[in-house]
T-cell receptor, first 111, second 111 residues
Framework: EDQVTQSPEALRLQEGESSSLNCSYT??????LFWYRQDPGKGPEFLFT???AGEEKEKERLKATLTKKESFLHITAPKPEDSATYLC????????????FGTGTRLTIIP | DSGVTQTPKHLITATGQRVTLRCSPR?????VYWYQQSLDQGLQFLIQ???????AKGNILERFSAQQFPDLHSELNLSSLELGDSALYFC??????????FGPGTRLTVT
């Protein structure tokens, strides 16, 4: 069964303090790994899709990378508006197109 | 705004009752997915429809059912509601079977 583990569960950073969130996955053939941002009470907002090891994607202060076992979401010089829960999810090559989610990292940026 | 709409935003009902949640996918997206998010379980896949046909089932209870109509909107029906069914219910749509775009969700409270 596909599994996704995210760490840390929660992270508090000062504004401007860069860091990385981790997503470890176990899947029978990776079709894609996805990062989402979720604000409290809102729907997940799509950020990135990564398909193969070595791939990187960037958007503003966020950069996602992928290896054969894990993905990292690097946040450079974060601002308070980056505070949210960041979710990682995978779709397997085998079976259906369901997203299997991790439990997320709750990020708080302190001004 | 993802382009996926869900109604109602909030729903409060009593145990044993039946409710219907509605989702309109992004224009042109043929796939619709339903997910449940509770505090202790995280985001869990329930069911997928593609162009009116059921394509995949996840951890969906027998008391729950869904359908997708010719205009591609989808409804999730929850019956014989229990306290444990209280959760956020999200609908997502996808053009490709890869990245999924989530709606704002329906918050269901069962009292």
């Amino acid at each position: 069964e596909d599994q996704v583990t995210q760490s840390p569960e929660a992270l508090r950073l000062q504004e401007g303090e860069s860091s990385s969130l981790n997503c470890s996955y176990t899947v029978s053939g990776l079709r894609g790994l996805f990062w989402y941002r979720q604000d409290p009470g809102k729907g997940p907002e799509f950020l990135f899709t990564l398909y193969s090891a070595g791939e990187e994607k960037e958007k503003e202060r966020l950069k996602a990378t992928l290896t054969k076992k894990e993905s990292f979401l690097h946040i450079t010089a974060p601002k308070p508006e980056d505070s949210a829960t960041y979710l990682c999810a995978v779709i397997s090559n085998f079976g259906n197109e369901k997203l299997t989610f991790g439990t997320g990292t709750r990020l708080t940026i302190i001004p | 705004d993802s382009g996926v709409t869900q109604t109602p935003k909030h729903l409060i009902t009593a145990t044993g009752q039946r409710v219907t949640l509605r989702c309109s996918p992004r224009s042109g997206d043929l796939s619709v997915y339903w997910y449940q998010q509770s505090l202790d379980q995280g985001l869990q896949f329930l069911i997928q429809y593609y162009n009116g046909e059921e394509r995949a089932k996840g951890n969906i209870l027998e008391r729950f059912s869904a359908q997708q109509f010719p205009d591609l909107h989808s409804e999730l029906n929850l019956s014989s509601l229990e306290l444990g069914d209280s959760a956020l219910y999200f609908c997502a749509s996808s053009p490709t079977g890869y990245e999924q775009y989530f709606g704002p969700g329906t918050r269901l409270t069962v009292t």
